[in-house]
């Protein structure tokens, strides 16, 4: 054996020296944080942005109809603040935020949000659209940061800072010129590429915008401070969101939101951070939908708090009936890997996996059943066992996802994988040496024919290995077996005495009536069977009953050497001795087959 480091890595001819460090350009230190060492204890208020920002970067945007499905999905679902859309951007935007109020399809407790650039035009137009509206907050914006500033506003700070405040005076006036008391009135400014502009600027701009609105008790105003485009790690997010918050006047009035979007493939890290730097608030989609890479995932962020034994707030509790309306709604799929809800999230594969998930249920329904012994009813006693479950941080059956997607069998499968489908399909609880032995049948399938085992075909193996008899000539099996059992009278002659066994047997074509005794059912079996001239010994046996009630049936699992080979066999039959005898059978067909 030689032992060596790896080869060093190369350089990549990338082009990365066009790019800058984000501290180099930005001061966003804060050597007195305090945001490390606290933890997240409640949800905060949840904004959802599927109408706008999911919808405006939608290949096709959303209909009326899917933005009513999605709007009514948002309500059931339990969200209590929903940006509806852009009511200035086009008829269809204005059309649809009319539509809610004029059916009354908003809850008295839901409160609507439009957003508007600050232009005199859009914002006259947004609020007109929002007459009636039971609650309803308009959300102003305008970037803040150099880039903005230089390249796309052509303004210098002043000019920037008056479009907001003088923006936040036209909402103002506009809102009580058309707005009558029916209407709960709410203000939110977003100071819009915030990641990117200097701190103290956009504490500046914010305060002015707060001399217009001037918050107080029962007038709070929402300050969003997006990460537009995210640029940074979160931990420099999370410093730049805690110095505001110590620094914005009014901090008691003040929702500080949180708007992340995905761009470095950490929104949901920042967000968290975010939180823990003193925010109150998040806006974000489901599955992560938003422009780009698509904003933070509100489901993986409630989720995450609902996997540490906090209430999100949002019932999650029909994830696949979610995902499917909004895929309809967006015509986009959520990628199987999606946390929480994409389709391979709860299945493991891999063999040391799938052993690891099989033990921690087995150990969690003992935990749950002392809990009922101890006489507490099923839902309580699921409560009272904390879930640790190996590779599932979360329990699939809370989010409406089934056990049996969990497991899947592919060539990377072990014995804990198979038996686990086996277990859940079938009610069959292999012993394990028969579990080695299937798996070994079922490694030689994949490594045949690739590809993943689906559960039916699994069971079609089996049946095929070890229940000919209950092979389905529709899936291309033949039943095979040079026995099969077609009778058995056992006669006991008493304490002590030795079992006599008659038997009816099929031996290939040839029906044959036989009788021989032994020490028990099984052994009288055996010697049965030895009068056919096959050499038999029994080495381990274990059975179970498969179902209760009048149809009730048991397995038997025996391991025989039959002629030398050491192999299993199962038999399943209303009768355990019946199942015993099947069980033989199928080893003693399995050494001659
Ligand atoms: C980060 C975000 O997601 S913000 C939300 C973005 N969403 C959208 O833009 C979707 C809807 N928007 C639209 O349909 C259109 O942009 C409209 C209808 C609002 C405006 O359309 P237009 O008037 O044609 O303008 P356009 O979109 O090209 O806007 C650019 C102009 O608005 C200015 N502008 C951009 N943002 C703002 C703002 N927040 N406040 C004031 N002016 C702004 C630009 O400087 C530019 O001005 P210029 O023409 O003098 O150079
Ligand atoms: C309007 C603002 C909040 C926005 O969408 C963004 O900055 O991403």
Redesign the pocket.
């Known amino acids: 054996m030689r032992t060596a480091l790896p080869a060093p890595q190369q350089p990549s001819g990338m082009p990365f020296s066009k790019y800058r460090p984000f501290r180099a350009t930005m001061d966003t230190d804060l050597p007195d944080r305090t945001w490390p060492s606290r933890h997240l204890t409640a949800a905060p208020r949840w904004l959802s942005t599927d109408l706008r920002?999911g919808n405006?970067s939608l290949i096709e945007p959303m209909d009326a109809a899917a933005k009513r499905t999605v709007f009514d999905l948002l309500v059931r679902i339990g969200f209590k603040e929903i940006e509806v859309g852009?009511p200035?951007?086009?008829q269809t935007d204005y059309d649809f935020v009319r539509s809610l109020i004029e059916d009354g399809a908003i809850p008295e407790d839901v409160t609507i949000s439009v957003?508007t650039?600050?232009?005199e035009d859009?914002i006259d137009r947004t609020i007109d659209s929002l007459v009636g509206a039971p609650r309803a907050t308009v959300h102003l914006?305008?970037?803040l940061s150099p880039l903005f500033r230089e390249v796309?506003?052509r303004m210098d700070r002043t000019q920037v800072r008056d479009?907001a405040a003088d923006g936040t005076r036209l909402v103002l006036a506009r809102a009580e010129k058309v707005l009558g008391d029916d209407t709960v009135f709410g203000y939110e400014y977003s100071p819009?590429i915030f990641v990117d502009t200097e701190r103290e600027f956009s504490l500046e701009v914010c305060s002015a915008v707060m001399d217009v609105w001037q918050p107080e008790a029962d007038r709070e105003i929402i300050l969003n401070l997006p990460a537009?485009v995210e640029r940074s790690t979160p931990n420099v997010y999370a410093d730049q969101i805690e110095w505001m918050s110590r620094h914005l006047p009014h901090r008691e009035h003040v929702c500080l939101s949180l708007h992340n979007h995905n761009d470095r493939g950490s929104g949901v890290a920042a967000t968290e951070l975010g939180l823990l730097a003193g925010a109150d608030r998040v806006e974000g989609c489901l599955f992560g939908h938003g422009?780009r890479t698509g904003n933070v995932d509100l489901v993986t962020l409630a989720l995450n708090l609902f996997s540490q034994g906090m209430d999100p707030m949002l019932d999650l509790s029909d994830l696949d009936e979610l995902r499917r309306v909004v895929e309809r709604a967006t015509q986009m799929d959520v990628p199987p890997r999606t946390p929480y809800s994409g389709e391979l999230v709860y299945t493991s594969f891999s063999g040391s996996h799938q052993d690891a998930i099989k033990k921690g249920f087995a150990a969690r329904a003992t935990a749950v059943e002392a809990q009922k012994a101890a006489g507490l009813d099923d839902v309580a006693a699921e409560l009272a066992v904390p879930w640790q479950m190996p590779y599932l941080p979360i329990d699939p059956h809370d989010v409406g996802r089934s056990y049996e997607a969990v497991v899947r069998v592919n060539s990377q499968s072990g014995k804990g994988g198979v038996s686990y489908l086996l277990r859940q399909a079938h009610n069959l609880d292999l012993p394990r040496r028969l579990q080695i032995e299937f798996s070994r049948i079922i490694q030689r399938h994949t490594d045949t024919y690739g590809g993943e085992v689906a559960a039916a075909t699994l069971w079609s193996i089996f049946t095929d290995e070890y229940l000919p008899a209950k092979a389905a000539p529709e899936a291309g099996l033949q039943r095979w077996g040079r026995f099969s059992l077609k009778g058995a009278t056992l006669t006991s002659a008493g304490d002590g005495e030795e079992s006599v066994l008659t038997v009816t047997l099929r031996d290939r074509e040839e029906k044959k009536l036989l009788t021989a005794s032994g020490s028990g059912p099984l052994d009288a079996f055996v010697a049965v069977l030895e009068t056919q001239g096959l050499s038999l010994r029994v080495l381990d046996y274990a059975e179970h009953a498969l179902s209760t009630g009048r149809d009730a049936r048991a397995a038997a699992y025996v391991e025989c050497e039959v002629g030398g080979q050491v192999l299993w066999g199962v038999g399943i039959d209303p009768s355990i001795t019946t199942a015993s005898f099947k069980a033989v059978i199928s080893a003693v067909n399995r050494a001659l087959r």
């Open positions: 920002d405006q852009f200035a951007a086009s957003l650039q600050s232009r859009l914006y305008n970037a796309v506003f479009l819009e537009t422009e």
